[in-house]
């Protein structure tokens, strides 16, 4: 599926105005970007090549998706920064398109910080010589301050992420997305096609409602994955200061490397990595 940068004025059944009914459609009758779009050229979005040159850098993209909130997804993508980048030499980019909840920030200690722009591009904000994060948190005045965008400046964004910052040479770059499937997901998806993504780690949790669906005798999430034949990796029992390490942006797994929780984290860290080393 392609995804389409449409104007923000554009009328809802747009056919985008890259498309060759761009302008012609009975969709565009009335449209003012009409004639523009009728008449701009036509062809693969030029961002494109930008995107898969920056992205030649990058050994590995690694997606994490939930399809709901509050499942612990930005906790687990800081926590796999933490522990790839415990390696120091090994080089980790974390960029978070959460962009209307953007919490890698607050997570990973970078609160308050802001990008700052060179020659090659926007820099990375860096938790340590090793490990760069990207996020529209870093480009708000006020942290609280709601981001309410539509589908177009969602897109734009992301682009600029791939495009415009300086990664230098990465051996992961991981994904924080915002829960269930939505602008952010197609865009990342189609920007990355030609550079290839080589995973995405998908979050859930174990919720009264989800025993309609998955009942707590078959299984749960371990009995889907086998269903849908795709690794699964572990789970990960509850421990308070989870989000107490959160709340003060440090890592969960130095700070308390004796919870069962921290051993959880670290065997399947331990799994992802087999998947890039076997």
Known sequence: MAVIDKPENAPEHCPG???EQAGKASACEGCPNQKICATAPKGPDPALQFIKERMNSVKHKILVLSGKGG??????????G???A????????????????????????????????????????????????????????????????????????????????DWGDLDFMLVDTPPGTSDEHLSIAQYL????????????????GESIIFAPT??????????????????????????????????????YPDSPACKAYLDIISEIKKQFTD
């Open 86 to 165: 415990s390696e120091e030499s090994v080089q980790v980019g974390v960029m978070d398109i959460d962009v209307c909840g953007p919490s890698i920030p607050k997570i990973m200690g970078l609160d308050g910080e802001q990008v700052h722009q060179s020659l090659s591009g926007w820099s990375p904000v860096y938790v340590q010589d090793n490990l760069g994060v990207m996020s529209i948190g870093f480009m708000l005045s006020d942290p609280d301050e709601a981001v309410i965008w539509r589908g177009p400046k969602k897109n734009g964004i992301i682009k600029q992420f791939l495009k415009d910052v």
């Open 218 to 255: 078959t299984g749960g999430a371990k009995k889907m994955a086998e269903d849908l034949n795709v690794k699964y990796l572990g789970s990960i029992p509850l421990d308070p200061r989870i989000g107490k390490a959160c709340d003060m942006g440090i890592s969960f797994l130095d700070e």
């Open 82 to 84: 933490f522990a790839f």
């Open 71 to 80: 499942v612990g997804k930005s906790t687990f993508t800081a926590q796999l």
């Open 193 to 208: 096609k030609e550079s290839e993504i080589d995973g995405a780690i998908i979050i859930t949790t174990p919720q009264e």
């Open 17 to 19: 105005p890259s498309t």
